[in-house]
């Protein structure tokens, strides 16, 4: 990768999976909920696929027990592809899975102790370089992506960015809300405070953290002497937050369609709309939609 700013590149990721998808059981009793498919790609190939768009060269699984299966379905599988090239089936439906050896690395969280901590958790692979950070369950469909577009903004200002959607003022008392300072770009704005699900009436702003991260290394030594926060955890929001007048610090807007993959409702979201947008299944999608929308009284 060509350095042009003078800034280091952001070449490595990091995915924190190591979460039991409570939310999902039964089903997630013997599956990792990021394995869960949006039609046919389970949702961590999603975020991976973002990343790779990114340009990100090194993809950082920070997994727990019984999340073999993650790394396993970005393996090469030997029988799969001599059973599917024995009987004349094409192997392109595999690629956005493969990984180049030495490319993808995991780490355990062996203690649930949130976010922050399974962050901390990579830092020995991190170094001291600045990276991007995906939560999968939170599903960013666009053109450009989201990250590719936060890489774009880090090449203008450095530091840490994070992304942000605008939701409407009576839903902020459910997400991290930043306090917006001026804004650089139409898409980029200073980042002067971020507060955690605040109630409506006190909200610096109606732009919510949204799953994706580009910080500095800096923070995992923030991160290092954080005491538990919200919840008993350790809180990534803390640490940014404790970061913000001592390094640029920047919110950039995703310009495409968030989905709450973490939730029952939202994972059906996503199913339908991403079903609709393929040429393969809209016409079927339509039928099936209008079907179910009759039976509706």
């Not at 970005?74 to 090239?85: G, N, Q, R, Y």
């Not at 956005?96 to 649930?112: D, E, F, K, Y």
């Not at 990579?122 to 599903?139: K, M, N, S, Y």
């Not at 947008?277 to 009284?297: F, G, H, S």
């Amino acid at each position: 990768m060509i350095e042009i700013t003078g800034r280091k590149p952001i070449r490595k990721a990091v995915f924190p999976v190591a979460g039991l998808g409570t939310r999902f059981l039964p089903a997630t009793k013997a599956i990792p909920k990021e394995m869960l498919p949006i039609i046919d790609r389970p949702l961590i190939q999603y975020a991976v696929d973002e990343a790779r768009e990114a340009g990100i060269e090194q993809l950082i699984f920070v997994t727990g027990r019984g999340k073999v299966s993650i790394v396993e379905h970005f393996d090469t599988a030997f029988e799969l592809e001599a059973t599917m090239t024995g009987r004349g089936k094409q192997l392109d439906v595999l690629d956005a899975t493969r990984i180049q050896p030495g490319n993808l690395v995991t780490v355990r969280q062996q203690v649930p102790l949130g976010l922050g901590h399974a962050i901390w958790c990579a830092r020995a692979i991190v170094g001291d370089e600045p990276f991007a950070i995906f939560l999968p369950d939170e599903l960013m469909i666009g053109s450009p992506g989201c990250m590719k577009q936060m890489v774009e903004a880090y090449n203008q200002v450095g530091g840490n960015l994070i992304s942000v959607l605008e939701v409407p003022h009576n839903q902020v008392s459910s997400y991290g809300v930043i306090k917006p300072g001026a804004r650089v770009a139409e898409d980029l704005t200073e980042v002067l405070g971020l507060v955690e699900k605040p109630k409506e009436d006190e909200a610096p702003s109606n732009l919510i953290i949204s799953g994706r991260y580009i910080l500095q290394p800096e923070v995992m030594r923030t991160l290092e002497n954080q005491g538990k926060g919200a919840g008993g955890e350790i809180q990534l929001t803390d640490a940014m937050a404790r970061m913000i007048g001592g390094q640029p610090f920047h919110a950039v807007t995703f310009a495409g369609r968030r989905y709450d993959c973490g939730s029952k409702a939202g994972f059906v979201e996503a199913t339908l709309e991403l079903a609709l947008a393929r040429e393969d299944m809209a016409k079927d999608a339509r039928a099936l939609i209008r079907r179910l929308a009759a039976q509706i009284d």
